[in-house]
């Protein structure tokens, strides 16, 4: 199968489309690439190591390719921007608000519709791991933010039909940024970004802290101004917003 110029391979389960992606990567050559798409995972992974509940009728995939090192963190913002462009493409999106929760996570009325997991391959491949809640949207034990799915948002949609508009933007989007550096990018990401502006608390495993989130470095970092008005960059950490 060949999906907007990516062979596609599919099966009904896999532990997870990531580690599948993983290892065909180990004997992968040079040039090649690849999406793993299955439609349940019974050991589905989330960022920092929390799991990734995956019932059938949601979409799970993964996209194989190889990278400099350099723009790995590119690809967190393209992801997610892609994610949403998709979404947006529904006219049902109008009564939504679609919003981007830095790093990675799509928002549809500030919960969670997606997640998106990056992990380096063998040599110079990149695995960029894509759940979406098409139908379902799982309630973890440890939760962490409200989450949602197309369908319960008001989108009723096709998972291959949504992956199809999602690779066409994420094409587009590569595109881009062979053009033009991460800086397009980051600017199109900010437009769709939630709270900018706004206080935020950002936790690092037990550190918490608080400001205004004002803005991206020019490589994606977090901008936080604290009371102080000193402006501190977060690389990495989970973003939780005060009660709207
Ligand atoms: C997150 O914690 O928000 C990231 C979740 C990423 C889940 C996707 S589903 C497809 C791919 N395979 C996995 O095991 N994880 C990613």
């Known amino acids: ?23 065909w990567a180990e004997n992968a050559s040079s040039g090649q690439k690849a999406l793993f798409l299955a439609d ?6 989330g960022r920092r190591g929390r799991s990734w509940i995956s019932l059938s009728g949601n979409l799970f995939f993964s996209l194989c390719f ?15 921007l892609s994610l949403a462009e998709a979404v947006l493409e529904y006219p049902e999106s109008q009564n939504i608000g679609v919003a981007l929760k830095w790093p990675n996570d799509v928002l549809l009325n500030g919960a969670k519709v997606s997640g998106i997991l990056i ?35 008001g989108i009723k949609t096709d998972k291959l039909f949504f992956l199809k508009k999602f690779l066409a933007h994420w094409n ?32 690092q495993r037990e550190n918490v802290e608080s400001g205004k989130f004002i803005g991206l470095d020019d490589k994606g970092a977090l901008l936080l101004q604290k009371d102080d008005g000193v402006v501190e960059k ?10 709207d």
Do not use: H
């Open 1 to 23: 199968m060949n999906i907007e110029n990516w062979d596609c391979f599919y099966q009904n389960e896999v532990d997870s489309t990531n580690t599948w992606a993983l290892n």
């Open 40 to 45: 349940a995972q019974t050991l589905g992974r």
């Open 66 to 80: 190889e990278t400099e090192p350099a723009d790995i963190s590119a690809f967190t913002f393209i992801s997610s």
């Open 119 to 153: 992990e380096k391959g063998a040599k110079n491949f990149l695995i960029v791991g894509i759940g979406v809640n098409i139908i379902e949207a799982p309630q973890a034990s440890n939760i962490l933010y409200p989450v949602i799915s197309l369908e319960k948002a």
């Open 172 to 203: 587009k989007n590569i595109t881009l940024l062979k053009a033009n550096g991460i800086t397009d990018i980051l600017q199109k990401w900010l437009k769709l970004a939630y709270k900018l502006g706004e206080n935020i608390s950002i936790s």
């Open 234 to 243: 977060k690389l990495v950490g989970d973003v939780f917003f005060d009660k």
